[in-house]
């Protein structure tokens, strides 16, 4: 899947691996192979790249409006479901909070965080003091 965080081989390691299984299968001049291997690179990372009409077919799992809830917000792309997106958003979809307001247009204030769960953090704060001048 596109949205899995990529724990495997990197690009240069997996061309690398690619050509040599190649080579191994198929006669080749040594002046071809740096050929070889820039262009398995290139194609490598070209499938990394999201393609340029892929993010205008893009549709939330569920509506904007819906994705803010008081007890806990949604994840556009998933339709994940908990009290913060932050963590979510970095460890399964690779994305920072303002990279994926930009995929999906929302406004800057958009709430990743759920409105309750930001409401009781606010009072426990109050309640001890912080933010409080001495």
């Given at each position: 899947?596109?949205d899995?965080?990529?724990?495997t081989?990197?690009?240069?390691?997996?061309a690398?691996?690619?050509?040599a299984?190649?080579?191994?299968?198929n006669r080749l001049?040594?002046?071809?192979?740096?050929?070889?291997i820039?262009?398995?690179c290139?194609?490598?990372a070209?499938?990394?790249r999201p393609?340029?009409?892929?993010e205008a077919?893009?549709?939330?799992?569920?509506?904007?409006?819906?994705?803010?809830?008081?007890?806990?917000?949604?994840?556009?792309?998933?339709?994940w479901?908990g009290?913060?997106l932050?963590?979510?958003?970095?460890s399964?979809?690779?994305?920072?909070?303002?990279?994926?307001r930009?995929?999906?247009?929302?406004?800057?204030?958009?709430?990743?965080?759920?409105?309750?769960y930001?409401a009781r953090?606010?009072?426990?704060a109050?309640?001890?003091?912080?933010?409080?001048?001495?």
């Amino acid at each position: 899947m596109p949205d899995e965080p990529h724990t495997t081989l990197s690009v240069r390691e997996l061309a690398a691996k690619i050509v040599a299984a190649y080579v191994q299968n198929n006669r080749l001049a040594t002046d071809q192979i740096a050929g070889l291997i820039s262009s398995v690179c290139q194609a490598l990372a070209d499938l990394q790249r999201p393609m340029v009409g892929e993010e205008a077919r893009r549709t939330p799992a569920v509506s904007i409006r819906q994705s803010i809830r008081p007890d806990y917000v949604v994840c556009l792309d998933c339709g994940w479901r908990g009290l913060r997106l932050r963590r979510h958003l970095s460890s399964v979809h690779g994305l920072t909070v303002q990279e994926y307001r930009a995929r999906w247009n929302l406004p800057a204030n958009h709430a990743v965080i759920a409105p309750a769960y930001s409401a009781r953090s606010s009072a426990m704060a109050k309640q001890t003091g912080l933010g409080r001048t001495a």
